[in-house]
């Protein structure tokens, strides 16, 4: 006797499980292209999930870079609103981001030495994607774009990046057109290189706080800018200890200083005057 698989009745409430081809869950998310990406290079069953966390943050890139550029086009646009949202999702995503450390956190240096050897040169500071998002929060620098000359196509996405406005220069565009007294040499400066504080700009910021209900959109906006910024410095310092525990001051993977570079970079804020400017409200 021949078997039949078990097909739900119409009109009952089980799910539809037969279907010609792959499933549409399948052909919307291609999971079985995702979860076939991890080709290990050790026998350390630990690398497992040092390479999947890694990937994880490369999509979480992804979609963070997606909602920064929301973001901006929005705030070309002035609507403030749309941008807002954009920010406040990418909060949460940042958060999701970050919680990627936790399965890393705990590496001590023989766990990591077990498969370090198998990164090469590979390092987290050659991630494109990675780049991209420190170009939006307007951390520019062409020598950045050095690592992917033999990937012409990712070349080109992060030097037409460069040279775009970031996030923060959209918001001070946009400040600029309120009729806030942005200086000119700040809305006028070379895109391509990294953002630099202002006290003119502090200043702006210092008055919209200093009346939020005057400034409710404008304030909105800051504290957003705000969440994200705090959200950014906290990777950056997550990033740091789990470097540390696990291979202390150690040259870094791809050549870098390791945690010596991971300081200097932990001592820095994004959006620098939605930060300085609150000691004066």
Do not use: C
Not at 191 to 218: C, F, K, M, Q
């Amino acid at each position: 006797m021949s078997h039949t698989p078990d097909v739900p009745e119409a009109g009952s409430e089980a799910p539809n499980l037969d279907f010609d081809g792959t499933t549409p869950y399948e052909d919307y998310v291609q999971a079985d292209i995702l979860t076939h990406l991890q080709h290990l290079r050790s026998d350390d069953p630990g690398e497992m999930v040092f390479l999947v966390t890694t990937q994880v943050m490369e999509l979480w890139f992804t979609v963070i870079v997606h909602e920064w550029e929301t973001a901006s086009s929005a705030l070309r646009e002035d609507r403030v609103p749309v941008a807002i949202d954009a920010l406040k999702r990418s909060v949460r995503e940042l958060e999701a981001l970050n919680a990627s450390w936790k399965p890393l956190g705990q590496l001590t240096p023989a766990q990591f030495n077990a498969y370090r050897g198998a990164l090469g040169e590979g390092s987290g500071f050659q991630s494109a994607m990675y780049r991209r998002m420190e170009f939006l929060l307007g951390e520019k620098s062409a020598s950045m774009l050095v690592p992917h000359r033999g990937a012409p196509r990712v070349h080109a996405e992060l030097e037409k990046a460069l040279h775009q406005p970031s996030l923060y220069d959209e918001v001070l565009r946009l400040l600029a057109r309120r009729g806030l007294p942005v200086p000119q040499e700040t809305l006028d400066r070379d895109l391509g290189l990294r953002y630099e504080p202002s006290h003119p700009v502090e200043a702006v910021w210092t008055g919209i706080y200093a009346d939020p209900d005057r400034n409710a959109e404008l304030h909105r906006l800051g504290e957003a800018l705000t969440d994200v910024g705090e959200l950014v410095w906290r990777w950056r310092n997550d990033h740091l200890v789990a470097t540390r525990r696990a291979m202390g001051s150690k040259t870094g993977t791809g050549g870098s200083a390791g945690v010596a570079w991971l300081e200097k970079r932990a001592t820095k804020s994004v959006f620098p005057e939605l930060w300085t400017a609150r000691s004066h409200v």
